[in-house]
Structure formats: C-alpha cells, structure tokens
C-alpha cells in the first residue's frame, strides 16, 4: 500500500546494500526513517531512527538533522511513517503540530507540514495514509528538482580560477538534493571549473568546520577550512571573489535569515565590492513576512557557546547570548539564486516565486 517510488537523491548508493525506497546523503525512507545524525560527523556515521515523531522532533531540536529544506522534508517523511504505522487522523494532525514547532526559523519546516496536513484533511478514512506518504514523497523528490535547478542557475555565475567563500552547511546534509550554496559550488566543480572554497567553520556548533568540509572532502572540491574570524583576510587580500550562502526564511522584501555570521560576512563582501549571492529554493520565500525583522529567530541553549562535546570553557554561568541565526537585509545581496532564476538586487525576489 506505501507508494514506493525509488528515488535516489544526491548520495551514491552502497551497490551492497538493500536499495531502500528513498535515499539521500543523510535520509533513508523505506516505511521507517532512518537520519545520519550529523552530530557525530566527521568521526562517526551512525544512522538514527526518526519514524516516530518525539524521536524526529528531539532530532530535529537537537540538530543531528539540520539544514531548512532537509528538517521540512524529514518532519514530512516522519509523518508518512507515521501513517504507515496506522496512526489515525488525529495522531497525525498531533504529530504534525508537535514537528510544525520543532524549530522555528526556518520556513521550509512548516511549508512542508502543512502541505502535509493540508493532504491529512483531503483524504478520506481509506486513503489516508496513502496521502500522506504520496505528499511526503513529493516534497522529497521535488527538494531533489529544486537543488538541481538552483545548481545550474548558480554555476553559471562563477568562473574558472575562483575563490568561494561559505558559511554553515548548505549541501546534501542539508536538503534532499546536491544542496542549495554547496550544491552551486558542486556543480561548477563538476563543469570543470577550477575553484577553491573557504570553508567558514561557523561556530558554535562548527556546520562548517564539521559537515561542509566532509562533503566537500567527498567529492573531491579542493578547499581550506578557515576560522569565521579569517574571513575578513580572504575577501580582503583578494583570495574569494565570490561568497555563496542559504537561508532559511527570506522575507518579501528579500532579507533573509541564515546561519548566524551570515550578516557579517555581507558586510564584508559589500566593503570589498565582492559579489554575495544568496541561494535558496522557493520554499523558503515567505510571502507573510514583510521584513526580516518579523522573522522569527531561533536562541539556542547557553551551553553551545560555554564549551561543546562535554568540555565546558567559559564559566558555568557566563551569560551568553546564542541566536542560531542572523537577518541579512537585502540590500547587502547582490542575487538570490532560486530555482526559477537568478533574482538581481531590486528586481523584487517574492514575486520570482
Ligand atoms: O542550524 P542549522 O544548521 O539548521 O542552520 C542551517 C543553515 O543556516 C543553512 O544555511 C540553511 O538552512 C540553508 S541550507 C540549505
């Protein structure tokens, strides 16, 4: 009864293993969901089950799934295993809320859920779980589409012989598909341009520094890893020529949250007269958000900024402060790259949609 479409997303598949009906670098869906739990990477690739909603919301929460496009897809994908299993509309539409808020910036999460429910209230009694895995299914295989188009639009804006600076992970840990920024960078590679990124680390829980330098070391892209204080020195002394990032909510007049550190390094590239390109599916337009200060952003737990991985460096009770993201007004991007096309400052991103 599961409709199983197998679709294969950006990750090579292991020729041993059982193919499973949905995989991507950091998703398996074949009836359960099964999530790489990027806490542990680089050192450690352990799987995770995530088909039961309190273990995806506490994945989801605790970022060992992460990225705007993949938590959507993965809180959708949670409710069609959820519907495997039997679980009644009620269930579902319970478990939908409770994924709904599991974090709330990035936009993508709730688009996903709701597209979801919305297929909850349209189905009768006897299709229902048929609904939801088809809806889960699609979000999944339309992330994959998406990535793909962003990729090409981006590639084509840089050239053989050039610096690429990012921040956080923006690549197949992070969507269904090749990714949104490192997705671009991976296609130009790809093309046979001959580029060099630099890796923001992206403190404090080091996206960078952990997750796009594995992917990058993957697929062979050559880079260097940078702490997020050197990125002044590499747009400076003319070693970046252009800076790629996501976002995870992009308001109607374009501002747009990222990953926290994003703001200042629009600041930079603008002081450099450098190219800073913000790339996001449409999915993570919000048309309800009129700027980026009525988007909502996540404050995270003061013990990420007092030490990490039990080692505690700053006294127990400094006060902190730890918003997971920042507001880059659009005034400081010189193109958001969508799936449908390269939007230039001023030409009006929401309406691109
Ligand atoms: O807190 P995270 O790791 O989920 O933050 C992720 C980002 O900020 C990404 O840049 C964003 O989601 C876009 S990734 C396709």
Redesign the pocket.
């Known amino acids: 009864m599961p409709v199983r479409a197998g679709i294969q997303g950006a990750a090579p598949l292991d020729a041993e293993a059982p193919v499973p009906t949905l995989q991507s670098l950091s998703l398996r869906y074949d009836g359960s969901l099964s999530l790489l739990d990027q806490r542990l990477l680089p050192e450690e690739e352990r799987w995770i089950d995530a088909s039961a909603p309190e273990a995806c919301v506490a994945a989801i929460q605790g ?1 060992a799934v ?4 993949l ?1 959507g897809v993965s809180a959708a994908l949670c409710l069609a295993a959820t519907a495997e299993r039997g679980a009644s509309r009620a269930a579902l539409i319970h478990a939908a809320a409770r994924l709904r808020a599991a974090r709330p910036t ?1 936009v993508n999460l709730m688009g996903a859920v709701d597209r979801v429910l919305a297929a909850i209230h349209r189905a009768d009694d006897a299709g229902l779980a048929e609904a939801v895995i088809s809806e889960a299914t699609a979000l999944f295989t339309e992330d994959v589409a998406l990535c793909a188009a962003m990729a090409a639009h981006g590639a084509a804006l840089i050239q053989d012989g050039e610096g690429l600076l990012t ?4 690549g197949g840990l ?2 269904a598909g090749v ?3 490192l997705g671009v960078i991976r296609l130009a590679h790809e093309q046979g341009r001959r580029i060099h990124v630099f890796v923001d680390e992206t403190r404090p ?1 080091l ?1 960078g520094g952990r997750l796009t330098t594995w992917e990058l070391r993957r697929l062979g892209v050559p880079y260097t890893l940078i702490s997020d204080s050197m990125a002044a020195l590499i747009l400076r002394d003319g070693r970046a020529q252009r800076v790629l ?4 909510r992009i308001a109607r007049n374009g501002d747009f949250a ?2 926290v550190g994003t703001y200042g390094l629009a600041v930079l590239a603008r002081h450099h007269g450098l190219p800073f390109y913000c790339v ?1 599916p449409t999915t993570t337009l919000d048309p309800a958000c009129p700027d980026g200060a009525a988007i909502p952003i996540e404050l995270r737990s003061p013990e990420e900024l007092r030490g990490a991985r039990g080692q505690r460096w700053a006294p127990a009770d400094a006060p902190t402060e730890n918003p ?2 920042d507001v880059t007004p659009a005034s400081l991007v010189t193109a958001w790259v969508l799936e449908t096309g390269v939007v230039w400052e001023g030409t009006g991103v929401v309406k691109a949609r």
């Open positions: 970022l992460r990225g705007a496009p938590i990035a921040h956080c992970n923006t992070a969507t990714g949104t920024a829980l996206q990032v996501g976002a995870d990222n990953k996001a997971a993201f």
